[in-house]
């Protein structure tokens, strides 16, 4: 009978975890902890894939057979002639930087009356962690105290400029924010913002804002000097010509040259009768 003799076998072990960013394919089979044991004939050739998963890369890996380090070539990795058992190991797989997405929030800016903002919308989408800064300045025919700014609800400083404007600077928005701005305005009385009337022995002034409001005899005597509402006011007052004008106090001086004071000034000589009288605009 001829002699047989049983061929040798190596031992070749690929460590491996589930948790490892890449994985070995042997024949198009990966690799698992379970079947990450493979016997070899004495003295053959063997080689294996080395691929990274999805997020990580192996351009700097180091694979190594024992204390051999293994070259690849596409990553293709090749023992020459396995004449032990060995454990292949691998270190240095690495995560592909990337950039984080870009997050934005909605800021939505919203202004009282009389506000005057240096923007031509009111909807900003606005990179997360970035600032927001825009200059607060009064609408013709206001005048008024500093601009309150609210934030989320939280009062925001602000910062003086020439020419009676600020600054707003909304610095760090990491959410959806909510920006308002008013103030408590006085009107500048113009020909467009009051009228006048009078009947019953009363004036009656009717404006769309609160204003200060001054009424003087032709002599220059000053008769009523108030704060009126929004709406109609009524002031009673004895028969007679008067001068309105809003704000403060005239000149004295002028009071030599009422027909021109009046002129430049927009005013009214409002006679106060026991009959209706005429609703005129200044």
Not at 133 to 154: D, H, K, M, R, Y
Request: proline share 5%; aromatic share 8%; glycine share 10%.
């Amino acid at each position: 009978f001829p002699y047989l003799r049983s061929q040798q076998t190596q031992t070749i072990t690929l460590s491996v975890s589930a948790t490892d960013p890449f994985t070995y394919t042997v024949n198009g089979t990966t690799v698992t902890d379970g079947t990450n044991r493979i016997t070899v004939g004495k003295g053959s050739a063997f080689s294996f894939t080395l691929a990274p998963k999805a997020g990580y890369t192996a351009e700097k890996a180091k694979v190594s057979a024992g204390s051999t380090v293994l070259t690849g070539i596409n990553g293709v990795y090749t023992l020459n002639a396995v004449d032990a058992d060995v454990v292949i190991t691998v270190t240095g797989v690495e995560t592909i930087y990337q950039e984080p997405p870009l997050i934005y929030h909605t800021l939505t800016l919203t202004t009282g009356e009389g506000i005057v903002i240096d923007k031509q919308k009111n909807t900003f989408e606005i990179q997360s962690g970035n600032p927001f800064s825009f200059v607060i300045s009064l609408a013709n025919g206001f005048e008024g105290q500093t601009p309150t700014v609210l934030v989320n609800g939280t009062p925001r400083g602000l910062l003086a400029l020439e020419g009676r404007k600020w600054r707003c600077i909304v610095s760090e928005i990491y959410e959806d924010t909510n920006v308002t701005v008013t103030f408590t305005t006085t009107a500048n009385l113009t020909p467009n913002t009051f009228q006048l009337s009078s009947r019953d022995g009363q004036l009656f002034i009717e404006t769309a804002v609160p204003a200060t409001l001054a009424v003087y005899t032709l002599g220059g005597q000053q008769v009523v000097n108030r704060r009126i509402s929004e709406g109609t006011t009524a002031i009673p007052l004895p028969a007679g010509m008067y001068i309105v004008r809003p704000g403060n106090q005239p000149n004295a001086s002028t009071y030599g040259h009422k027909a021109r004071y009046c002129q430049q000034l927009h005013l009214l000589l409002s006679s106060i009768r026991g009959s209706n009288g005429t609703m005129r605009r200044v």
